[in-house]
């Protein structure tokens, strides 16, 4: 398969939103690290390629919708949005702020480019097909995305509407699994062992693939994949591992962590040097194809539609000053959903 | 404004509720492509299929999934669609209410809901089907709008207000006949409750299908010589608070009467209204704090003291209390 | 497999409940008749032989539990509970009278040997996994037997429970499918396609057995086996037709239907002779058994547990004089839940 | 009987509500073998890894489906055991209010409930997280307990009188610190409030949280020459409706207080209580129909307006309202 923009790049924009998505924790202190490091490639994917948005309009009728039901994963997309220009970096400082437009859970009306207001786990789909529903009967060709956690697919909601979105053969919505194989509690496995995931939704009637998704290459072709399945709801399990890229991969009690100074400083600085390897790499990629094709008819691949993103304004500096410490009562580790 | 017009006569309208409803959605879907109409495997029962067969792309049975229901009607909103939603007022409430708060009202969509059968209107559906709760279910969710509409006059008009008012709207009623008050034409306001008889001694606040008993109570107590008003306090929230204080400076005393759980529906938004505005004696005719049960509706009313005749008594009592010198009040004239 | 009741002597139960059940109905003169008349074989296996009960207790403790958990089919189960003996038949003509034992949806408060509230659907599933799990925790082997309609499963909490079962690998916990492919407002393909629901709770983790629901043989089997699995929940899909039996089988409009006096008669009429046929292929196996063992020692065979059903006491007259005609504002067809 | 004693000084209590809850439920574990503790993947924030790692064939972690929980729950019950169910308040009741009324409720079984970190307490859990409703949906259901735990001393003593209590309960408390208000081993009535503070101008009524800041603002007011009774309003359902007239009586002004929407809480439950008895000025302290959103505890509480500052503005007021010649009531006294 062909794409417009290249993996390397992608992969360029996935290791900015990660160290985004960190300065952002790190200016309150704590935060859903695990859940929002492990969309962050698919968040790449999207926002860096497949999703049509527009930054200067965030309310463009004609948009692609991502419904990030994970809600608690929000500074994942806060950072992505901030990167593609739907608002200045220096909001992001605004994160769990009384008052401030960057809640802990998405929310529609607070953040510019957030498509749904989310946070109470299992709701997304409903409001995803709601989405996909009327974009075909208002003939848009908009696509709806959407993102669930694993865990969340404990929610009966989300079966209700994986059976509706089958039944109704709706080839407009693309949704993901967060397969991070870990929820609040534990890995899931222990909680509720979700079994093979993908086989559910194979029985629910969707079309489902399964690829690694840390593998932005992988995620793009399935993306793509999806855009061309017509009548079924197409459903991407993303194999990842929560907290991917920290310290806290894997770990147990990675779901919600306040962490030390220390604990921050090493995420960055770790992040800050995957996202050179990416540059590096894009870089000799780029050279390499200049070589290849010295005219400037062909240089490097630029995606059209996301500006902010490429090339990436990612600083290694912390996102803002921290204000203030993080308060007294900061959800302990493992405390807060 | 309103503008209304008691009927003469109290006697069952021969248009049925769901009937009603049908006709005024399918007017609203002929002039605006945006209506759509979701049902959770109810729409035998909601007498909605006329719309499903007249507009069957925006008409969406969703099976017996009311959660995914209102999600999806979130969604459809979210593109500019205006959902009606419908099942039955229990599993429209209870099974939906994570869904309301946070899809629907929190995220500001645009949803309507309507929850059929109310109270001992849901008869031999008994006890899991009777709705005495569901005002007190959707009356905690933030400034989402309330109406038990109380005949098919009401329903042709509010129907299309409430498709005009963005927002969350809860709607309440039976599906089929009950007494007719209002004559064909009236209108109303949503969020103004409406005087249907006046009178100085007491005011009977009344909804849905207890606004007739109201009538007819107060009819009957006219031969005693108690005067009583009659309001059709059909918006419950936001209640008319100034329509509440009114009352109770002019009567003095107040009798509430639904067909719910005294608490968290009408007996309670008027109680609040009064202790924060005018303090006044209330005598509450509902249910009391009980579960439902099969029966024919004539039946429950009884079971229930959904009467006219309760009426009768509560505003005896409220006078007693009224006269009373009034622990540390005495009355003024 | 060898059981202790012949599947001959099975179908004269199963018609005995058809026949008091529509005589049940008939007091009424409205009712989910379709839903009953689908359940009825299962009712006849569970009640004639598989689950363990006392009809002089119905609260014993080491008793199995039934959860009925599409709860407008009580009719279907009073009939069976009245034949068992856990209440006179006089008391049939209580149902869905006001201050009466028997409302339209099951009531565990209300009448001897119903064990669950239902009527809400969906909830049945988690009830009865709560007394299986109680139950294990107890170490008792009491099992519970859940009967769900394949509408109900529409809803997500059948599918939370499901997930929740395989977890737990709970084997206590028996459960069935009534799939009559008709929900209240049309065939099941029509209103949401549950496509292959043994797929999917196969794909959820439960042991499934499809079988044909109205063959009582085959329901005996499933049962047997499905008490012979470990280590994971049973699923026995029940391949029926709403309304079986009557002529309200399979047809539109046959979920909640108000029968005219001549309709009535016609059902009774008809499962009358159901009944008849039944008994007398019963009687000839009992001959042909009896000419094969002449000797006393072994005599018809004769389940322990169930007195009332065995002979079964049904006569052709109506099950009471209709007190009332069945009033105005009796829903109309297809109106009622 | 309640044997409680006030604490001298208001601070932070030491112990965490849910560590108190933990340990409470652990001692009844430790002599009744059916207590069982069910979770819905939160089991890290309730503070109940203890309970689970002591009892883990009691204690059940059902994932994120706290509608299976709930009906889980009534099946545990119906098999003799006795089940207590957590979630955060939000999806303990929003989510489960379907299952909470017919397999819990309606079905007459034992279940309990913990609904953690009520309104403001919620915090950077924000909008979707924070519950100002669920009282008000909870308290729709009929014959329901509801209590708002004030301080860990109360946690112990009313765990263990819920677990006695065969049928359904609702429990609301923070999950962190709280302001320590009883001594240790204070016992509690079950339905009955407490007087924490005599007084003779005005009653605050206040429950959960605002109990401490309703004393701090009887205590500012004093300086005033204010006399300022408070209520610890710890049941909400069935509310102490004997007390609420006695202090209306005495009083003759009542301020509510709440972490909770003022419709459909304790608000709501005093404001029924006085129409249906000595009707009497209110002014109501808590959320005014507003959503959630995040922030620090102390922040939200300005935001909110959850202050011994706004107890005290809602003292002046409702003094004036009770002052003033009152429409047709003057002043006995
Ligand atoms: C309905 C609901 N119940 C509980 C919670 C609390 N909660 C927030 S995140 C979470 C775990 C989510 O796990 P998963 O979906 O796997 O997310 P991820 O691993 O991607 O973070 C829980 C239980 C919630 N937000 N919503
Ligand atoms: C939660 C809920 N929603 C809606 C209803 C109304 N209702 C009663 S029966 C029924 C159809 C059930 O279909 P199915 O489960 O297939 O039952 P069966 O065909 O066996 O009668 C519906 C929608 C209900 N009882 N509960
Ligand atoms: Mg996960
Ligand atoms: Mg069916």
Known sequence: ?337 | MAMFKVMDKLEKSPVMMRDAYCTALMDLASENDNIVALDADLVSSSGMKPFFNAYPERAINVGIAEANMVGIAAGLSAVGKIPFVHSFGCFATRKTCDQVMISAAYAKLNVKILGSDPGVTAAYNGGTHMPFEDIGVMRSIPQIKIIEMTDPTMVSDIVRQVAEDYGVHYLRMPRKNVTGIYEPGSTFEIGKGNILRDGDDVTVIAGGIMVAEALRAAARLKDEGISVRVVDMFTVKPVDTDLIARCAKETRAIVTAENHNIYGGLGSAVAEALAKTVPAPVEMVGINDSFGQVGTEDWLRKEYNLTEGEICDAVRRVLQRKKRKFLWFTIDN
Chains 1, 3 share one sequence.
């Open chain 1, 1 to 337: 398969m062909e794409h417009r923009i290249s993996a390397k790049e992608l992969r360029v924009i996935a290791e900015g939103i990660r160290l985004v998505t960190l300065q952002t924790l790190e200016g309150f202190g704590a935060g859903h690290i695990g859940g929002s490091m492990s969309i962050v490639e698919t968040l790449a994917v999207l926002y860096g390629s497949e999703l049509r948005c527009d930054p200067a309009n965030p309310a463009w009728e004609d948009r692609d919708r991502l419904v990030l039901s994970k809600g608690h994963a929000g500074p994942a997309l806060y950072a992505t949005l901030s990167l593609k220009g739907f608002f200045p970096k220096e909001m992001l400082s605004e994160l769990n702020k009384g008052g401030g437009r960057l809640p802990s859970h998405c929310d529609r009306n607070k953040t510019p480019g957030v498509d749904m207001t989310t946070g109470s786990l299992g709701q997304g789909i409903s409001v995803a097909i709601g989405m996909a529903l009327g974009n075909r009967m208002n003939r848009s060709d908009s696509l709806t995305y959407l993102i669930m956690g694993d865990g969340e697919c404990n929610e009966g909601q989300v079966w209700e509407g994986a059976m509706f979105a089958a039944h109704h053969k709706l080839d407009n919505l693309i949704a993901f699994v967060d397969y991070n194989k870990q929820q609040l509690d534990g890995f899931t496995k222990d909680v509720l062992d979700m079994g093979d995931i993908g086989a559910k939704f194979r029985s629910f009637g969707w079309f489902v693939q399964e690829v690694n998704g840390h593998d932005v290459a992988a995620i793009l072709n399935a993306v793509t994949a999806a855009k061309a399945n017509k009548g079924s709801p197409s459903m991407i399990i993303l194999d990842t591992v929560k907290g991917y890229g920290t310290f806290a991969a894997g770990i147990e009690g990675n779901h919600h962590m306040s962490l030390t100074k220390e604990q921050m400083a090493e995420c960055i600085k770790a992040a800050s040097e995957r996202l050179e390897e990416a540059r590096a790499a894009f870089a000799a990629e780029r050279a390499e194809q200049a070589a290849k094709n010295p005219a400037p008819k062909a240089p490097a691949p630029k995606p059209a539609d996301n500006p902010a993103l490429q090339p990436l304004e990612v600083t290694d500096d912390k996102a803002e000053e921290k204000e203030e410490p993080a308060p007294d009562d900061a959800p302990a580790e493992g405390s807060d959903a």
